[in-house]
């Protein structure tokens, strides 16, 4: 079965880059969606099609994929950005979720 | 649009859970409509779609045990897990993808509504 791995955390300061990776095999062939799961609350999407933001979703936020990896880059990180982040694709009309990825703003 | 799941929050080990989501200020025709859970502490998990002409598609991990119906004329979609194991503990989410279903599959523009969740526990 198809499998997406993230690194289980990243840490990053106000103000910098926050880069989470998405790894799976060809992913870069794949469209990619990014989920911001904050404690407590419902998945909200903030990437579709690898590299577009919802209407709502700050310009901090963007995203890219290619090769085997796909990466959610936020920019000028704030502290409300602090949360769980998971990637999602399909695989043969099967939906995968990476294990997700806790954020931490220090 | 939004999602509200209903259903029973503790459930015994063999039974069937039987989960309700409501869809208001929209219609369910069109688009795909999911379920999703989430056990405590873990990663989100893809149960499976239904779309307003009623094709379905569900996690092969979970194929054998899942159902999921829609009643159009109440804007709602449904999931039955039946054989409960403590294992099926969890979070579960209904979400709507917004790929329109006559022209894209889904995954194309995303789940960009999600219920608030509704806890289950599969306990005796």
């Known amino acids: 079965s198809y499998e997406l791995t993230q690194p289980p955390s990243v840490s990053v300061s106000p103000g910098q880059t926050a880069n989470i990776t998405c790894s799976g095999d060809?992913?870069?062939?794949?469209?990619v969606c990014w989920y911001q799961q904050k404690p407590g609350q419902s998945p909200v999407l903030v990437i579709f099609q690898d590299t577009k933001r919802p209407s709502g979703i700050p310009e901090r936020f963007s995203g890219s994929n290619s090769g085997n990896t796909a990466t959610l880059t936020i920019s000028g990180t704030q502290a409300l950005d602090e949360g769980d982040y998971h990637c999602q694709a399909w695989d043969s009309s099967i939906a995968v979720f990476g294990g997700g990825t806790k954020l931490t703003v220090l | 649009v939004q999602l509200q799941e209903s259903g029973p929050g503790l459930v015994k080990p063999s039974e069937t859970l039987s989960l309700t989501c409501n869809v208001s200020g929209g219609s369910i025709n069109n688009y795909y409509w999911f379920w999703i859970r989430q056990s405590p502490g873990k990663g989100l998990e893809w149960i499976g779609y239904?779309?307003?002409?009623?094709?379905?598609n569900y996690n092969p991990s979970l194929k054998s045990r899942v159902t999921i119906s829609e009643d159009t004329s109440k804007n709602q979609f449904s999931l039955k897990l039946i054989s409960l194991t403590a294992a099926d503990t969890a979070v579960y989410y209904c979400?709507?993808?917004?790929?329109?279903?006559?022209?894209?599959?889904?995954?194309?523009?995303?789940?960009?509504?999600w219920g608030q969740g509704t806890t289950v526990i599969v306990s005796s």
């Open positions: 239904i779309t307003y002409r009623g094709t379905t």
């Open positions: 060809q992913l870069g062939e794949k469209y």
């Open positions: 979400a709507r993808d917004l790929s329109p279903v006559l022209t894209h599959a889904p995954g194309y523009y995303g789940m960009d509504v």
